[in-house]
T-cell receptor, first 110, second 113 residues
Framework: SQQGEEDPQALSIQEGENATMNCSYKTSINNLQWYRQNSGRGLVHLILIRSNEREKHSGRLRVTLDTSKKSSSLLITASRAADTASYFCATARVGSRLTFGEGTQLTVNP | EAGVAQSPRYKIIEKRQSVAFWCNPISGHATLYWYQQILGQGPKLLIQFQNNGVVDDSQLPKDRFSAERLKGVDSTLKIQPAKLEDSAVYLC???????????FGPGTRLTVT
């Protein structure tokens, strides 16, 4: 079964708004990664946060990790129509094997 | 640098037929992965290679799926015979040593009728 579970399954917002997606997992991890998938560019790595980190930023992306609650969140600020995609969290245990969640479908309306 | 290449991009076959997918990873990436992504779900790892050796094939249905990476570069994934439930996108990814980031190819969309 998939390790990560994203919430919500679908999210629709207006351009300029912030989008927050959550991910929960079940077992201890080495790191957690977020990927984006759209029809144009396929599956692309966005950001990685290690188990000893609590927060990380990359451009308009902010990721938090709470290992005590086994959860992570991805915040996209000032969203754009081009951010419309499916977002997946993927957990990695020792040995680098990734286990993906079911994804959040984000729609940003212009 | 060139990305991960996969072919074909689309394939339609009838159940019980055979099919093969090809992947060329990014140059210098020792680790190669094959994933299966069913519509509406996240990718599921089928097999992981380190150079030409198998690291993890615990989720590969070995009665019908096989994969090889003979020279530690290109890889092929085969399904024989295909079932209706094999309809999915098959993704290839590669990773360089020392990094956790995986680079994905465009995928092969398989439809089994």
């Amino acid at each position: 079964s998939q390790q990560g579970e994203e919430d919500p399954q679908a999210l629709s917002i207006q351009e300029g708004e912030n989008a927050t997606m959550n991910c929960s997992y079940k077992t201890s991890i080495n790191n957690l990664q977020w990927y984006r998938q759209n029809s144009g560019r396929g599956l692309v790595h966005l950001i990685l946060i290690r188990s000893n980190e609590r927060e990380k930023h990359s451009g308009r992306l902010r990721v938090t990790l709470d290992t005590s609650k086994k959860s992570s969140s991805l915040l996209i600020t000032a969203s754009r129509a081009a951010d419309t995609a499916s977002y997946f969290c993927a957990t990695a245990r020792v040995g680098s094997r990734l286990t993906f969640g079911e994804g959040t479908q984000l729609t940003v309306n212009p | 640098e060139a990305g991960v290449a996969q072919s074909p991009r689309y394939k339609i076959i009838e159940k019980r037929q055979s099919v093969a997918f090809w992947c060329n990873p990014i140059s210098g990436h020792a680790t190669l992965y094959w994933y299966q992504q069913i519509l509406g779900q996240g990718p599921k790892l089928l097999i992981q290679f380190q150079n030409n050796g198998v690291v993890d094939d615990s989720q590969l249905p070995k009665d019908r799926f096989s994969a090889e990476r003979l020279k530690g570069v290109d890889s092929t994934l085969k399904i024989q015979p295909a079932k209706l439930e094999d309809s999915a996108v098959y993704l290839c990814a590669s990773r360089r040593g020392g990094s956790y980031e995986q680079y994905f190819g465009p995928g092969t969309r398989l439809t089994v009728t």
